[in-house]
């Protein structure tokens, strides 16, 4: 079993920046690749960013590309989304995901809010 916690989420205006943290804890040692995923308000889940756990490859969805950045931390098992330049229909609720060759596990994920 993996647990992952997500936090950082909030209220910003747009053009302003937040920085997601994903706490990943429990049998960590199978994770190959961990993902944000946000969810707006009437629409489907969609992939915004993909990191590898070993070799830290990175992916983003077109809408995101030059504005938000994903890293992690191996030391701390934790995975990070920096959000620059935020915009209003980037407001959902984001989620961390977790993947091993036989299970994904998903975090509770944060509100983020881009409204003035």
């Known amino acids: 079993q993996v647990q992952l916690v997500e936090s950082g989420g909030g209220l910003v205006q747009p053009g302003g920046s937040l920085r997601l943290s994903c706490a990943a804890s429990g049998s960590i040692f199978g994770i190959y690749r961990m993902d944000w995923y946000r969810q707006a308000p009437g629409k489907q889940r969609e992939l915004v960013a993909t990191i590898t756990w070993s070799g830290g490859s990175t992916y983003y969805v077109d809408s995101v590309k030059g504005r938000f950045t994903i890293s992690r931390d191996n030391t701390k098992n934790t995975l990070y989304l920096h959000m620059n330049s935020l915009k209003p229909e980037d407001t959902a609720v984001y989620y961390c995901?977790?993947?091993?060759?036989?299970?994904?596990?998903w975090g509770q994920g944060t509100q983020v809010t881009v409204s003035s």
């Open positions: 995901n977790a993947r091993t060759t036989i299970y994904e596990y």
